[in-house]
């Protein structure tokens, strides 16, 4: 059984910074895209990032327009771990913040919530003073 757990949330000032972590069990990611989205209240669940195998030892990384320059992903294939370093945080940054994860594949969005097979249960990162 696969499961994706997500740790680091939490309530955090304006222009601070948290670092969400991923743990995936049950299979191994290192050939496909782990990614992050978040969904803030009465709003649809937005694209964050995402990291993908593109062969070799090679991974890219891609950031939605609103959080590029201020959050890093990077994953750990050894501890099966994808982890997003959010910085200069602000309050629009407020949301349930969800782990996704795929196989290897081709010709799929990472920015699009239907390429993902598996997701986690959440982690609420609120930004405020």
């Known amino acids: 059984q696969v499961q994706l757990v997500e740790s680091g949330g939490g309530l955090v000032q304006p222009g601070g910074s948290l670092r969400l972590s991923c743990a995936a069990s049950?299979?191994?990611?290192?050939?496909?895209?782990m990614g992050w989205f978040r969904q803030a209240p009465g709003k649809e669940r937005e694209f964050v990032s995402a990291?993908?195998?593109?062969?070799?030892?090679?991974?890219?990384?891609y950031y939605a327009d609103s959080v590029k320059g201020r959050f890093t992903i990077s994953r750990d294939n050894v501890k099966n771990t994808v982890y997003l370093q959010m910085n200069s945080l602000k309050p629009e940054d407020t949301a349930v913040y969800y782990c996704?994860?795929?196989?290897?594949?081709?010709?799929?969005?990472?920015?699009?919530?239907?390429?993902?097979?598996?997701w986690g249960q959440g982690t609420q990162v609120t930004v405020s003073s």
């Open positions: 990291i993908s195998w593109s062969g070799g030892s090679t991974y890219y990384a």
């Open positions: 049950g299979r191994t990611f290192s050939r496909g895209s």
């Open positions: 996704s994860a795929r196989g290897s594949g081709a010709g799929y969005n990472y920015a699009s919530l239907n390429a993902y097979e598996y």
